[in-house]
């Protein structure tokens, strides 16, 4: 196990690196980041200084390599719109965000696994119809509609939750069940498919002609190894709903670090969109890191591999 997690933990420091070049490559990939700064009615002069200000005129690797080390000690420069440091900006923000985050795939898999399984028990059933219809919903309804829908439900109709805001939670509930009900269609039908398949495997015939009770069938031998891709899924899932949670922010007023991406985005403050793409893809790595070292606890066949 030790090995395996090794090997995984070298693996993600690499896409690390990786993701951080690309990241601090966008700077320059967008334009004359001297230009972008010192606005369209600026002198050459003023680009100029701008340039040395900022220290545009070294080589790339240089200035990669200072971002890189101020990262790493939580400095991301300052930013350019906002004028206050970056890491001050995320941190303000970030909290938010990782409440929906949670929030959002815990409901997603309390929800998804529990109506996966109960299909998978019962195929062709009114469960297995239900679970099938919501699939298809969530795939086919946009969020920022889904979300607009239950504010007119809830808010204003019925006054029983708060249609912005972040002071209680209730303000989280609608964006809670909009986040959430994204990722429910593919972890369902990834819960089904895999119960559907280990259902019919011959230790579970074993495990029922020992006069195992049917409980330990499906929670025990079944769904441990049924969710093994689940767990991979809804890692994904997870830094999704980090990363991508601008269009719920946007709708709610959760002033998170998606919030903070659009707008950042939107004034071209570069600095903050560069901390942020790095950021938001440490989450998918760790997340993966996490999920390859559940999977591997709960089937050893993955390590030895």
Not at 73 to 95: M, N, T
Not at 157 to 170: A, E, F, V
């Amino acid at each position: 196990m030790l090995a395996f997690a090794l090997k995984r933990l070298g693996l993600a420091v690499l896409v690390t690196l990786t993701v951080s070049l690309v990241s601090f490559s966008l700077l320059f990939m967008s334009g004359d980041p001297a230009s972008a700064i010192a606005g369209e009615n600026a002198s050459a002069t003023d680009i100029e200084a701008i340039r040395t200000l900022y220290g545009f005129d070294r080589p790339f690797l240089v200035q990669y390599t200072d971002w890189l080390f101020s990262a790493l000690r939580g400095d991301f420069g300052q930013s350019y719109y906002f004028k206050l440091p970056v890491a001050d900006l995320i941190a303000d923000r970030l909290s938010t965000t990782m409440l929906l985050g949670i929030c959002g795939i815990s409901f997603a898999l309390l929800t998804a696994v529990p109506l996966g399984v109960a299909a998978a028990v019962r195929p062709n059933s009114f469960i297995d119809r239900l679970a099938l219809f919501l699939s298809v919903m969530g795939q086919a309804m946009p969020s920022f509609w889904f979300g607009l829908v239950l504010i007119v439900i809830f808010s204003i109709n019925l006054g029983l939750l708060p249609p912005s805001g972040s002071s209680s939670w209730k303000n989280f509930v609608m964006p809670t069940v909009v986040l959430g009900y994204y990722a429910m269609p593919a972890i369902m039908r990834l819960t089904r498919a895999g119960m559907l398949e280990v259902l019919n495997a011959d230790y579970i015939r074993t495990a029922r002609a020992k006069g195992a009770s049917e409980w330990r069938v499906m929670f025990k031998h079944a769904l441990r190894n049924a969710v093994v891709p689940v767990v991979s899924l809804a890692a994904v899932q997870m830094g999704f709903m980090l990363g991508g949670s601008i269009v719920v922010e946007s709708i709610f007023a959760l002033h998170g670090a998606g919030y903070l991406a659009w707008e950042s985005i939107a004034r071209n403050d570069l600095p903050t969109v560069q901390a942020l793409i790095l950021i938001f893809s440490l989450f998918y790595i760790v997340f993966t890191f996490l999920s390859d070292l559940a999977n591997a606890w709960l089937d050893p066949r993955i390590r030895v591999g």
